[in-house]
């Protein structure tokens, strides 16, 4: 059904990474979420007005909010299709997680205004009268968001729209609560036990917790999230395939929206090969990766691999730093030998959560280099690891 969809509404459907045609699947999204939800919602309000029941009310209401969040996705993707200007060099992608952010606060509101109502049915009850059409129309509004949950969680993986995929996570949600509201209706009609006020009241919590879940879903890449790591080893093995590159570090990830990636690392080459050479392998690797829509910038790192004296001393310090701790690692290794002494330069890429302090590292790595020559001084920048 998404394919059909996707084949009579968008041209060139096939092309998911371009970003007129993701823009385009999140409104088709958008716009079947409008129209299937205004129908749910007219449906189960009607109903829920007319027999006088607070949960199957409080379930269209859920409806007509999911309706309103739709609306404010197909915007967001709408708004977030924008060229870069020169306030937002960086374009407006972004703005789908603030749409997402909207979504997930309006869900939040549905969730406390049907808990409070939900209370003041428990405490004065209603005699309800519950017909074979209520019961109808919740059995296919069940069908309905599990249609919905799969179709928003295909086309959120297709395009990797966490706005789509909270909508989906909603849909299931949804899925439950209904499903809560039938069967209270089946109770109340077959057994006589009104649970309205309880199940509109469970309805309202399960809500409360999507909402919840859902906010901390879309504010983490607002604030800056970090790269999977598949992501990273893909970028990784990518790089290292071209020849001349020796190693990669520093590579840090910046996203300014689904489709809209930068990336910038350090490439190590050999210090031997003439300049032009390598630099005319950086720009190679440059401008593959904008073929595919990332956005690469590479700072290039000149190592001396050919001085034997430099290439000893390296695997020494690699087997000290080892020694004190494996999850250290080190980059941009170099000597500078002088009369008296001689320098040993590197920067050291220490994890988020460290115990020791960088001085504390020093320390133990100079001392360790100090038994193997006591000329020998330590230089280190230390990094903190971007990337995980």
């Known amino acids: ?78 708004l977030s299709a924008i060229p870069a200007d020169k306030d937002h060099p960086f374009g407006h992608q972004r703005i789908e997680y603030v749409s997402g952010l909207i979504v997930s606060f309006s869900i939040l509101a549905v969730g406390l205004l049907l808990m409070y109502n939900s209370i003041l049915k428990i405490i004065t009850p209603a005699e309800l009268d519950y017909s074979w059409i209520s019961i ?33 996570s909603d849909s299931f949600n949804d899925v439950i609560a209904t499903s809560g509201v039938l069967v209270s209706v089946l109770i109340g009609k077959f057994f006589g036990i009104n649970l309205d006020g309880y199940m509109g ?31 990273v080893k893909r970028i990784k093995k990518k790089i290292l395939s071209y020849e001349g590159v020796l190693g990669i570090h520093d590579l840090i990830v910046h996203n300014y929206g689904p489709a809209k990636t930068f990336i910038t690392a350090h490439v190590e080459v050999d210090s031997t090969v003439d300049i032009n050479l390598s630099h005319d392998i950086i720009d190679n690797i440059e401008h593959d990766f904008m073929k595919t829509e990332l956005n690469l910038v590479i700072h290039m790192d000149p190592i001396d691999v050919k001085n034997p004296y430099v290439h000893e001393l390296r695997e020494k310090v690699t087997d000290i730093i080892k020694g004190i ?34 001085e504390e590292i020093k320390t133990a790595i100079s001392a360790k280099v100090k038994e193997l020559d006591s000329s020998l001084n330590l ?3 230390f990094d903190r690891e971007a990337i995980s």
């Open 379 to 381: 230089v280190i920048t």
């Open 201 to 231: 009241l469970v309805v309202s919590i399960l809500i409360i917790f999507s909402g919840i879940g859902l906010v901390k879903d879309t504010i983490s890449p607002l604030i800056g999230e970090a790269p999977t790591p598949d992501f």
């Open 136 to 168: 109808g129309i919740l059995i296919g509004a069940i069908g309905i968001k599990i249609w919905q949950g799969f179709f928003y969680r295909s086309n959120g993986k297709l395009i990797k729209s966490k706005a789509l995929l909270a909508t989906s």
């Open 1 to 78: 059904m998404k394919q059909v969809i996707a084949r009579l509404f968008i041209k060139d459907f096939k092309s998911v990474n371009k970003a007129k045609v993701r823009v385009a699947y999140g409104k088709m999204a958008g716009f079947v979420g409008i129209i299937s939800n205004l129908i749910l919602s007219i449906a189960k309000v009607s109903i829920g007005i007319i027999i006088g029941s607070i949960s199957i009310l409080a379930d269209g209401i859920n409806n007509f909010s999911d309706a309103g969040s739709s609306l404010v996705t197909v915007i967001g993707f709408r």
């Open 325 to 358: 701790d494996p999850l250290l690692t080190f980059h941009d290794f170099r000597i500078v030998k002088g009369p008296t002494h001689t320098n040993i330069i590197f920067d050291l890429v220490v994890p988020l959560k460290y115990d020791l302090t960088p």
